[in-house]
C-alpha cells in the first residue's frame, strides 16, 4: 500500500503495512522457481492457454461458465493407509513441519527430463446434484485412466472428498496402481479466497477441517498417498496458508496450464500443453469428463509430444524431488 502524506504518525504507516501484509496475496504464479517460502517474491507467471480453449482459471476450471459445470458442456494390492492423523504426514512425500506456513510448489528441478501429469477431480455441491438429475454425466473420465493403465505412464491424481465419496471403485482402482499418487484438493472445491473463478467462498474458520477430512476420506484407499494439496483455482493468500499450517502439507500449484475444462476440441489443450512445458513441469488438468471433454483426446497426442522433447512422465513426488524448504 502506498502512503502519499508523508505526515501520518509513525504507529498509523506501521498498522497500515501489517494490514497490506495481511491481506496481499501471498503468490503470483512462477515459473523460475522450485520452492517459495510464503512471503517470497513473485516473478512471472505461466503462459497463458490458448485462447480457444476457452477462458479459464489458473487450474484450468472456467472463470466465464463457472468450474462447477452446470453451465458448460488397476491390478495390484493397495499398500496399507499411512496418512496418519490429522496434521501427521507420516513421512510421506510432501509433509512437512506441522504449525509452519506451508511451501508453495510451482514445478520441480529444471534439470533431467522428468514432468509430472496431475489431474483435478473436482466434486461441488452442483455437480452433486447433476449427478441425481433426470440426465446425470460422467465426471470420471474412465479413458483417462485406462490409458494411463495401457501405456503404464505415472500420474498423481489432486481428489476432492465429494468425489472420491461419488466415485469410490475408481478411487480404489487408483489407488491400487503403484504408478498413481493419491494428493488433496478439498473435500467440495469450494474456494479459499473470495472472487476466485465462480466458486463458493470457504469460511476461514472451516478451511483446516475441511482439508483435514479430505486428508482422512483419501487415507481409507491406501496406495501411493502424500501430503501434497491443491487449492481450488489456484486461489490463495497468507491467511489460507495460515489455516493449513496445522496440517503439515505441500501446496502444489503447476507451471503448465491445460485450459482443458470446457475446451470444444483437444487441439488447443495439446498446444497449451506443449508450448509451455520444460524439465521439471507440473501440468495440470483434469479427470472430470462432463466439464472438461476434450481431456483424453488431447492425451495421446501430449504424451507423443512430451517423447518426442525428450520429456517423461512421473510421479510428483519423484518430479519435485525430496528437497525441504528451508524454515
Known amino acids: 500500500?502506498?502512503?502519499?502524506?508523508?505526515?501520518?504518525?509513525?504507529?498509523?504507516?506501521?498498522?497500515?503495512?501489517?494490514?497490506?501484509l495481511l491481506v496481499t496475496p501471498l503468490r503470483a504464479p512462477v515459473r523460475a522457481t522450485v520452492l517459495r517460502m510464503p512471503g517470497s517474491a513473485a516473478t512471472t507467471g505461466p503462459a497463458a492457454p490458448d485462447a480457444t480453449a476457452g477462458q479459464v482459471g489458473p487450474d484450468g476450471t472456467a472463470g466465464q461458465v463457472g468450474p462447477d459445470g452446470t453451465t458448460g458442456p488397476g491390478g495390484t494390492t493397495p499398500t496399507p493407509d499411512r496418512s496418519g492423523p490429522p496434521g501427521d504426514g507420516g513421512g510421506l512425500p510432501g509433509a512437512t513441519t506441522p504449525g509452519t506456513l506451508p511451501p508453495?510448489?510451482?514445478h520441480g528441478p529444471r534439470t533431467g527430463g522428468r514432468v509430472a501429469l496431475t489431474f483435478d477431480a473436482d466434486m461441488t455441491d452442483a455437480m452433486r446434484r447433476q449427478l441425481r438429475g433426470p440426465h446425470p454425466p460422467s465426471?470420471?473420465?474412465?479413458?483417462?485412466?485406462e490409458l494411463l493403465e495401457r501405456e503404464r505412464v505415472p500420474?498423481?491424481?489432486?481428489l476432492t472428498g465429494k468425489w472420491v465419496e461419488e466415485y469410490p471403485e475408481l478411487t480404489?482402482?487408483?489407488a491400487a496402481n503403484p504408478r498413481f499418487e493419491l494428493a488433496n484438493h478439498t473435500y467440495g472445491h469450494a474456494a479459499f479466497t473470495?472472487?476466485?473463478?465462480?466458486?463458493?467462498t470457504l469460511p476461514r474458520r472451516e478451511m483446516t477441517r475441511d482439508v483435514a477430512r479430505t486428508f482422512e476420506v483419501i487415507g481409507r484407499y491406501g496406495g501411493r498417498q502424500t501430503r501434497y494439496f491443491r487449492f481450488p483455482g489456484l486461489c490463495h493468500d497468507r491467511a489460507a496458508?495460515?489455516?493449513?499450517?496445522?496440517?503439515?502439507?505441500?501446496v502444489v500449484d503447476g507451471d503448465v496450464v491445460s485450459g482443458d475444462p470446457f475446451a470444444t476440441a483437444w487441439q488447443p489443450i495439446v498446444r497449451a500443453v506443449l508450448s509451455q512445458v520444460r524439465p521439471g513441469s507440473v501440468i495440470i488438468m483434469h479427470v472430470t469428463e462432463a466439464n472438461a471433454a476434450m481431456t483424453d483426446e488431447a492425451l495421446p497426442h501430449i504424451l507423443a509430444g512430451l517423447a518426442e522433447r525428450g520429456l517423461e512422465p512421473a510421479p510428483l513426488s519423484e518430479v519435485l524431488g525430496p528437497a525441504t524448504p528451508a524454515r
Do not use: W
Open 139 to 145: 465426471y470420471a473420465n474412465l479413458t483417462i485412466v
Open 104 to 106: 508453495v510448489v510451482d
Open 1 to 20: 500500500m502506498h502512503v502519499k502524506n508523508s505526515r501520518v504518525p509513525l504507529v498509523a504507516v506501521a498498522l497500515i503495512a501489517v494490514v497490506a
Open 172 to 174: 480404489r482402482r487408483l
Open 194 to 200: 473470495p472472487r476466485c473463478y465462480q466458486l463458493t
Open 155 to 158: 500420474a498423481t491424481f489432486f
Open 241 to 250: 496458508l495460515a489455516e493449513l499450517a496445522p496440517l503439515g502439507l505441500t
